[in-house]
């Protein structure tokens, strides 16, 4: 349908322009269909569109083959970006956190440090989250503090998205105290969490074994209207890893009533331990 439209607008005579051509693009990147995405990036590239709508139409791009895990492409089409200084902060976000994911800390560093004197990047702190995020996959806990520390001095009012990885740094320290404190500092300063932030309270709160904390994290999420599908299925995994089987059942069952349904991986650990319990009470008997 969207390719008959556009047909029609040649058909009329009319020339498509910057909005049009990343509609296109956009509608091939969210479906993956690299070939078709390829494919009217390069009819971009080759229209008079001006730098803003090639520049959008090349990060898509970048964004699906760093979402479908091509990983060497994109880096590949992100250089090619960054040696025509047509790569923005949403490119760079775009790689720091596909590289975080691949848990290549020392990419994620190499490439904030290109990129952290750009002036045109404006506000920094998405770069520094990122760095956090990178050593906090790869249990470098102390770097990552120093990166936290760092942004303390630059940013002068750090958003939520940083004290969420404040909360990951002491989760992994297995610092309770540490992340009550972060939670105060979030209401005192009067910042709205985010899904995220609640998500990660409960994979740490859980990872302490403070499921009634889990619990009332999820509940404040529900009131805000931010319990997620993602933030239902950390409190099952809890659970789980606490080998709690009633409890991540009751969890499943108010996740479902919610609207949610578990991703496979998760119903299948679930079922191990339901069927671990099993043959232990069965052995015991």
Same mark, same amino acid.
């Given at each position: 349908?969207?390719?008959?439209? $556009?047909?029609?607008?040649?058909?009329?005579?009319?020339?498509?322009? !910057?909005?049009?051509?990343?509609?296109?693009?956009?509608?091939?990147?969210?479906?993956? /269909?690299?070939?078709?995405?390829?494919?009217?990036?390069?009819?971009?590239?080759?229209?008079? /569109?001006?730098?803003?709508?090639? =520049?959008?139409?090349?990060? /898509?791009?970048?964004?699906?083959?760093?979402?479908?895990? *091509?990983?060497?492409?994109?880096?590949?089409?992100?250089?090619?970006?960054?040696?025509?200084?047509?790569?923005?902060?949403?490119?760079?976000?775009?790689?720091?956190?596909?590289?975080?994911?691949?848990? =290549?800390?020392?990419?994620?560093?190499?490439? &904030?440090?290109?990129?952290?004197?750009? *002036?045109? &990047?404006?506000?920094? #702190?998405?770069?520094?989250?990122?760095?956090?995020?990178?050593?906090?996959?790869?249990?470098?806990?102390?770097?990552?503090?120093? &990166?936290? %520390?760092?942004? %303390?001095?630059?940013?002068?009012?750090?958003?939520?998205? &940083?004290? %969420? =990885?404040?909360?990951?740094?002491?989760?992994?320290?297995?610092?309770?105290?540490?992340?009550?404190?972060?939670?105060?500092?979030?209401? *005192?300063?009067?910042?709205?969490?985010?899904?995220?932030?609640?998500?990660?309270?409960?994979?740490?709160?859980?990872?302490?074994?403070?499921?009634?904390?889990?619990?009332?994290?999820?509940?404040?999420?529900?009131?805000?209207?931010?319990?997620?599908?993602?933030?239902?299925?950390?409190?099952?995994?809890?659970?789980?890893? !606490?080998?709690?089987?009633?409890?991540?059942?009751?969890?499943? *069952?108010?996740?479902?009533?919610?609207? $949610?349904?578990?991703?496979?991986?998760?119903?299948?650990?679930?079922? =191990?331990?339901?069927?671990?319990?099993?043959?232990? #009470?069965?052995?015991?008997?």
């Amino acid at each position: 349908g969207a390719e008959r439209a $556009f047909k029609e607008i040649l058909a009329v005579g009319l020339q498509p322009n !910057g909005f049009i051509m990343t509609n296109m693009v956009m509608l091939y990147s969210n479906l993956n /269909l690299e070939s078709k995405v390829r494919k009217w990036v390069e009819k971009a590239m080759m229209m008079n /569109l001006g730098n803003r709508p090639v =520049q959008i139409c090349r990060t /898509l791009l970048i964004k699906m083959l760093a979402r479908t895990g *091509d990983s060497v492409a994109a880096e590949n089409e992100f250089n090619k970006l960054w040696k025509e200084n047509s790569a923005d902060i949403v490119v760079v976000i775009t790689i720091m956190n596909m590289y975080s994911k691949l848990k =290549q800390a020392d990419k994620v560093i190499a490439l &904030f440090e290109r990129a952290k004197d750009r *002036d045109d &990047f404006g506000n920094k #702190e998405s770069l520094y989250n990122l760095v956090m995020d990178a050593l906090c996959r790869t249990g470098e806990i102390e770097r990552a503090k120093m &990166f936290a %520390t760092e942004v %303390t001095r630059v940013v002068p009012n750090p958003s939520i998205f &940083f004290y %969420t =990885q404040l909360i990951k740094i002491h989760g992994l320290e297995y610092n309770a105290k540490g992340i009550e404190q972060v939670v105060r500092v979030v209401r *005192d300063a009067g910042l709205r969490p985010c899904t995220e932030f609640y998500n990660t309270l409960v994979v740490y709160q859980g990872l302490l074994g403070n499921f009634e904390n889990a619990e009332a994290c999820l509940e404040e999420a529900r009131r805000n209207n931010l319990a997620s599908r993602k933030v239902w299925t950390s409190l099952v995994r809890v659970y789980v890893k !606490g080998m709690k089987l009633e409890s991540a059942e009751r969890a499943r *069952d108010r996740m479902e009533a919610a609207g $949610f349904r578990l991703d496979d991986r998760t119903r299948e650990r679930l079922e =191990q331990l339901r069927q671990s319990q099993r043959s232990g #009470e069965l052995s015991l008997f």
